[in-house]
């Protein structure tokens, strides 16, 4: 049994931070009457071994409380009692009977979590998630540092951690399955795959039981609470050290295989929820700072569609903000970050939109930072800000990319013109911006909608297993089932779902941009219709291993578009297509069935574009044909050599795709291409 002494102890560093002789504690309260450190003697101890009640005359300095307590080591767990108003009208809601989490905590414990005992009045402590004081220097890296990848050399794989392995046909050991340490089994995977970087959908620890429905999990992780942590059911050990070495070997071991890692991170709302939710961390510490308030601040306002905003330009809250990626960034070596819903970021404590957002600027300009990939999801439940997101240095997801794509792929009206800008950028988005072309970030698919499998299989999303009716999740899909809903045996809907696929990839590595694809899309992983599985932890959600051999020829197709994406000299420049008809750099032509006649009319369903650079020593010429029957496009002049066929969706597997060496040349003036098709022809200069 532990028996501690405390002194005074120090306002800064903010968190439990290990010193000679003990650990030093700093919280920030502006408005705490009363702060309590509660020191327990195991991760699973229900009450404390010691509390240390914080003297406001000589713990507290400025709105700082603070004390060392002598003794204290690593593995040391701990939480806060906080007392202050609990006054609606001005927004505090503290409660000296709920037990806190550190908002700095480097580790984290739930061994004894029970969500619904930190909602009400009531004393939590038995049930209350933990804060554990954790050594972040007792690691070996051994000489890794991130990759920084160009923008333009990138090829991102967007990833859930857990459902990357969790299944049993991953063939991993039941411990390994659905851990950091699993994905260190699959990196062989991805390296076939060829893909540069993983974006890892939420690893910051999150609350899994923070949904409706009990009975049910959150699945994908934006319910965040402990933001210096890994996620703790993704480690295969329980203890807070090895977990945060676990997750450090996984990145580790992917650098070493030269591929980045991207976090998906969440600032822009809590597990904490509305006025109803519990009180786990913030809302406890200091309400007011950490959240936008309604103007009688009784409520919380919701730009998040979660119940509560992240106040993410007030002072206290752009330094957490900033102190949280400098950690995962220097401690734990992460190439990059996407920011979900970013826009939340871009307004002020009223909720106004601020043309110049501090915190925004904060985290471009830090030089810390300075290498690192900067990806935004820009909107939220209020503003749309694609194509003028602020800053410099800013990615952004193209939503556009992904709507107007799949329009144009399943023969909508009114998408011709829209399928040119897209390959080339979007120029009409994003060309005013202070940008290079490649901070367009292109997707067909994400994990928030159908996988790609899906989207030629469904026009209609199928959620009834999330227990909402069918209420959640897109209506809008922008789907179309090939001509049955779901599964089936018709040989012919059957390849028309993979000549789409086909389609969709291909135009996806042979536009302008970052391409993004979702994990196992490779392989046509299905969630059975659902378009929303944020709380589906089991098979729906998780990537199916069979598919991998049911599926390797279109493996084989995906992994060899994405060789040519990252080795064709055009898709790599880091300036945009030229569209003025100049000769300077890269000019993109566009074309229709006849040549130098883009068809933009609005029930067209075909397009052609023709990339021609004088340095390089080979042109493209790109025809895509989204009709239901063949058509017959002319062929620009060959620059030297007869074009020939690289790409072309409608044949059958292993003549779709054909190295430079053995791709069938064309001699005549004129190609038929089939209906629903790519086709993607080379030719020397």
């Known amino acids: 049994m532990s028996h501690f002494t405390a002194t ?86 503290f409660n000296a009977e709920k037990v ?27 049930y209350a998630m933990k804060s554990v004081v954790v050594d972040t220097s007792q690691y070996d890296w051994e000489g890794d540092q991130p990759l920084n990848h160009p923008a333009s050399k990138t090829v991102i794989y967007e990833m859930h951690v857990g459902g990357f392995t969790k299944s049993a ?36 620890h999150f609350d899994k039981h923070d949904l409706p429905d009990p009975s049910l999990t959150n699945y994908w992780g934006y319910s965040p609470i402990a933001f210096f942590c890994p996620h703790v059911d993704f480690a295969q050990s329980n203890d807070p050290h090895e977990i945060l070495d676990e997750f450090r070997d996984m990145v580790k071991a992917l650098h070493a295989a030269d591929i980045e890692v991207i976090l998906d991170v969440v600032f822009n709302h809590t597990a904490e929820g509305d006025h109803r939710g519990p009180t786990l961390s913030f809302r406890g510490i200091e309400n007011r700072a950490y959240y936008m308030l309604t103007p009688d601040r009784q409520y ?13 330009n007030h002072s206290v809250m752009r330094r957490f903000i900033m102190d949280c990626l400098r950690y995962w960034v220097c401690e734990l070596h992460i190439d990059g970050f996407r920011f979900d819903l970013a826009s939340v970021l871009s307004r002020d404590e009223r909720g106004a939109p601020i043309e110049n957002p501090p915190i925004l600027w904060e985290i471009e300009s830090d030089p810390k930072l300075a290498s690192t990939k900067l990806i935004a999801e820009a909107w939220d439940l209020g503003l749309y800000q694609l194509g003028h ?28 013109w829209n399928m040119g800008q897209r390959a080339a950028a979007s120029q009409d988005l994003f060309r005013q911006v202070i940008r290079d072309p490649n901070r367009s970030i292109n997707f067909v698919t994400c994990h928030d909608g159908f996988t790609m499998n899906d989207l030629v299989s469904y026009n209609y999303k199928h959620n009834l297993a999330n227990g909402e009716d069918n209420r959640d999740g897109h209506n809008d899909n922008h789907s179309w089932n090939s001509g049955h809903e779901g599964p089936t045996k018709d040989k012919k809907i059957n390849a028309l779902r993979t000549k ?43 990537m199916n291993w069979k598919f991998t051999k ?50 933009w009319a609005d029930h067209s369903h075909s397009l052609a574009y023709q990339l021609s650079n004088p340095a390089y020593d080979h042109q493209l010429y790109v025809i895509v044909n989204a009709y239901h029957d063949p058509l017959e496009f002319e062929l620009p002049l060959p620059p030297g050599q007869p074009w020939r066929v690289r790409i072309n969706t409608a044949a059958n597997f292993g003549k779709d795709y054909f190295k430079w060496d053995n791709a069938p040349a064309v001699q005549q003036v004129t190609l038929q291409v089939e209906s629903r098709s790519v086709v993607v022809l080379q030719a020397e200069q």
């Open 8 to 93: 005074t102890g120090r306002s800064y560093p903010l968190g439990a931070t290990l010193e000679k002789g003990g650990v030093n504690f700093s919280l920030f309260s502006k408005n705490a009457t009363g702060v309590e450190l509660l020191l327990f003697d195991a991760k699973d101890h229900r009450q404390p071994i010691q509390t240390f009640q914080l003297d406001p005359a000589t713990n507290r300095t400025f709105h700082y409380w603070h004390i060392h307590i002598k003794g204290a080591k690593a593995g040391q767990v701990y939480a806060y009692r906080v007392d202050g108003p609990a006054n609606l009208s001005t927004g505090h809601r």
């Open 100 to 126: 806190l989490i550190d908002p700095y905590g480097k580790g984290v414990v739930e061994d004894t979590y029970v969500r619904e005992k930190a909602i009400g009045p009531g004393d939590n402590c038995a």
């Open 169 to 204: 046909t991953s063939g991993l050991a039941p411990e390994l399955r659905g851990t950091y340490r699993g994905v260190i089994e699959k990196i062989p995977y991805l390296q076939e795959l060829g893909v540069t970087s993983v974006e890892l959908m939420p690893v910051m």
């Open 300 to 312: 919380y306002k919701n730009y998040s569609g979660t119940g509560n905003t992240f106040n993410g």
């Open 389 to 416: 997101f602020v800053g410099d240095k800013w990615a952004e997801w193209n939503g556009r990319y992904r709507d107007d794509v799949r329009s144009f792929v399943k023969g909508d009206k009114f998408m011709a």
């Open 500 to 542: 789409q696929i086909k389609n969709f990839f291909t135009l996806l590595m042979l536009s302008q941009g970052t391409p993004m694809l979702l994990m196992g899309d490779e392989v046509r992983r299905t969630q059975h219709g659902n378009n929303n599985a944020y709380c589906q932890d089991n098979e729906i959600s998780w």
């Open 550 to 599: 049911q599926q390797k020829d279109m493996f084989s197709f995906v992994r060899q578009i994405i060789d040519f994406n990252l080795k064709m000299p055009y898709l790599q420049e880091e300036v945009f297509w030229n569209l003025n008809g100049t000769t300077e750099g890269t000019r993109i032509q566009f074309h229709g069935t006849k040549l130098f006649q883009p068809d």
